[in-house]
């Protein structure tokens, strides 16, 4: 009895290790076929997303909220229009010479100014300078079209970047990545302009040797001055602040 008992059990479980790979053939099939749908659904909306950019393709060119809703569009499945200069979405839009071209005003811009900013520009003040440059017969440049350029200038490194400031925002243009501590005192200084040890030490808890190191890092590259002759304490100034709106002198 016992030995019939071992000869079912064994085979119950053939029986069950054959269902599960039948189970395990028909999902994989399944999912093939999924696949292969959803492959054949992109290639469908992407043969009408290019006849919506031939149709428009004027409004892409020339309005600028137009033009990011276009992006965004692409985005969803996954086409870049800004993939390469050269290529099929450049040739038909003329899109992918336009934020090269911007890219290289950015750069153009960002070094011009980089002595006085110490390579951290306000993005605003970035704008003006741009529209500045460009003329009253150029197409209209908005945020978006700005930011998606500054994106593309990170192919070239780490020196481009758009941070966060408070209610703004700066652009980085020096090499480096920006801490979380180099942040915190940028939003500190976002009103004032400069910040000190002291500050930092009292608003964050900081110790002073933390709160110098960040500091005269930002001193070395750049990014601050340092004003000895304030009487009390140095204060660490940030000329890329000087020009946000709440830092403005009226």
């Given at each position: ?7 079912v ?92 071209e ?33 003329g ?7 945020d ?6 500054i ?10 970047a ?8 700066l ?72 020009t ?7």
């Open positions: 009895m016992a030995g019939r008992r071992r000869h059990g064994i085979g119950a479980i053939k029986k069950e290790a054959l269902a599960k790979q039948k189970f395990a053939e028909k999902s994989t099939a399944i999912a093939d076929l999924k696949f292969a749908h959803v492959t054949s659904q992109v290639e469908v909306f992407k043969k009408h997303l290019e006849k919506f950019a031939a149709d428009h393709k004027n409004d892409i060119r020339s309005k600028p909220e137009f033009r990011a809703q276009f992006q965004q569009m692409c985005a969803r499945i996954g086409v870049d229009p800004l993939a390469s200069s050269k290529g099929f979405w450049a040739q038909m839009l003329g899109v992918g010479d336009f934020y090269y911007l890219g290289v005003k950015i750069i153009e811009i960002c070094l011009a100014a980089k002595e006085r900013t110490g390579g951290l520009m306000g993005f605003d003040e970035l704008k003006q300078r741009l529209m500045a440059t460009r009253k017969s150029k197409q209209e440049v908005s978006d079209d700005i930011a998606r350029a994106k593309k200038l990170k192919l070239l490194g780490n020196g481009f758009i941070i966060p400031v408070g209610k703004h925002r652009v980085q243009s020096v090499p480096g990545e920006l801490s979380l501590d180099h942040s915190i005192v940028l939003q500190k200084a976002e009103k004032t302009s400069h910040v000190s040890v002291a500050t930092m030490v009292s608003d964050y808890g900081w110790t002073e040797v933390r709160a110098k190191k960040v500091l005269d890092h930002m001193i070395a590259e750049g990014m601050a001055w340092l004003d000895t002759q304030n009487g009390e304490e140095p204060l660490y100034w940030f000329p890329g602040l000087f946000l709106p709440s830092n403005r002198k009226t």
